[in-house]
């Protein structure tokens, strides 16, 4: 089965709203990341939490990570138009040096 | 925008018909990938390769192959295309030692 599980699967917010997604994960892991895809386009990273790492920022994305309880958050604060696409997790399990994604939240704003 | 292409980005094919998915990156990556994708839902890894002449099969069995013969040139090939092969193919790579992967715009195989 796969490594990650998302939920909401899908998410629906007015704009200027916040975001919430979380990630649960089976195994060790040495990373986890987080990937935004437009529809029907390819992936594009977004930010890296490292298992040592409890809580990351980049701009509007803020990023936690609880490795006891195999689980991470991505909030996206101040929510636009150009937010709406599908959110991945991704985690890197150690020793495995591969990806593994999960099902992905589908974030729609509104304007 | 990362330097990594795919073609063609939509291809409708009839059954039993022979397709190489191309993907290149100019980015001087020694890892590449590729993921399968149905829509709405999760990527599974099909293939990766390490570096030249390095291939290995993926989490998700596939009845493609591929090669890689140039460090930048990562192909997959169906033999003989099912319906059941219908699906969206996104290529990716990454240094290798960096864990961020780099996407290209995908591949979306539709037969007939």
């Known amino acids: 089965s796969q490594q990650g599980e998302e939920d909401p699967q899908a998410l629906s917010i007015q704009e200027g709203e916040n975001a919430t997604m979380n990630c649960s994960y089976k195994?060790?892991?040495?990373?986890l990341q987080w990937y935004r895809q437009n529809s029907g386009r390819g992936l594009v990273h977004l930010i890296l939490?490292?298992?040592?790492?409890r809580e990351k920022h980049s701009g509007r994305l803020r990023v936690t990570l609880d490795t006891s309880k195999k689980s991470s958050s991505l909030l996206i604060t101040a929510s636009r138009a150009a937010d709406t696409a599908s959110y991945f997790c991704?985690?890197?399990?150690?020793?495995?040096?591969?990806?593994?994604f999960g099902q992905g939240t589908r974030l729609t704003i509104n304007p | 925008e990362a330097d990594i292409y795919q073609t063609p980005r939509y291809l409708v094919i009839g059954t039993g018909k022979k397709i190489t998915l191309e993907c290149s990156q100019t980015?001087?990556?020694?890892?590449m990938y590729w993921y399968q994708q149905d829509p709405g839902m999760e990527l599974h890894l099909i293939h990766y390769s390490y570096g030249v002449n390095s291939t290995e099969k993926g989490d998700l069995s596939s009845e493609s192959t591929v090669s890689r013969i140039r460090t930048e040139h990562f192909p997959l090939t169906l033999e003989s295309a099912r319906p059941s092969h219908t699906s969206q193919y996104l290529c990716?790579?990454?240094?290798?030692?960096?864990?961020?992967?780099?996407f290209g715009p995908g591949t979306r195989l539709t037969v007939t």
């Open positions: 990716a790579s990454n240094t290798d030692r960096g864990y961020e992967q780099y």
């Open positions: 939490i490292r298992s040592n790492e």
């Open positions: 980015m001087g990556h020694d890892k």
């Open positions: 991704a985690t890197d399990r150690a020793g495995a040096q591969k990806l593994v």
């Open positions: 195994t060790s892991i040495n990373n």
